[in-house]
């Protein structure tokens, strides 16, 4: 388990792009299960579809790669502070099945699939209530800073 002061260490985002607020499970080399709570304080709702709030799925993709990079990170135990950053630099399969809105706990999973000099292929998928509101394989690359 890791609270947001922990996580702060292995990301090197910060307020308003750090999505990911609490990691209940984390297997080095395997898997990462953290959750990110939406509320209607977030800054994107205020130009997001104002009257009707929805999370941008593009941020909704962030929050899922950002879980795959911690896990990548205590895989390889490594940090940012080390000279080390983790890009987002590709996304296969994407597919959102449902908005994601104010008061919604995102649940966000990352399984390693592979690496192959330092690209890593995470199967990723976001759900809330037990149900998937996005999927995708990403790739995220580590990259000296």
């Given at each position: 388990m890791m609270d947001v002061k922990e996580i702060r260490k292995y990301l090197p985002h910060r307020y308003p792009f750090l999505l990911?607020?609490?990691?209940?499970?984390?297997?080095?080399?395997?898997?990462?299960?953290?959750?990110?709570?939406?509320t209607v304080?977030?800054?994107?709702?205020?130009?997001?579809?104002?009257?009707?709030?929805?999370?941008?799925?593009?941020?909704?993709?962030?929050?899922?790669?950002?879980?795959?990079?911690?896990?990548?990170?205590?895989?390889?135990?490594?940090?940012?502070?080390?000279?080390?950053i983790y890009y987002f630099v590709g996304a296969d399969d994407l597919?959102?099945?449902?908005p994601v809105v104010p008061g919604d706990q995102v649940k966000l999973e990352a399984q390693v699939l592979s690496e192959r000099r330092g690209i890593w292929k995470f199967a990723v998928k976001a759900t809330v209530d037990g149900a998937i509101v996005c999927s995708a394989t990403i790739l995220c690359a580590d990259r000296k800073v």
């Open positions: 990911v607020d609490r990691v209940l499970e984390l297997v080095p080399g395997e898997s990462i299960v953290a959750i990110k709570n939406v304080n977030e800054p994107f709702f205020n130009g997001h579809f104002p009257d009707h709030p929805v999370m941008p799925g593009v941020l909704l993709v962030e929050a899922m790669a950002q879980a795959a990079g911690i896990l990548g990170f205590k895989t390889m135990d490594k940090t940012p502070e080390d000279g080390s597919r959102f099945k449902r």
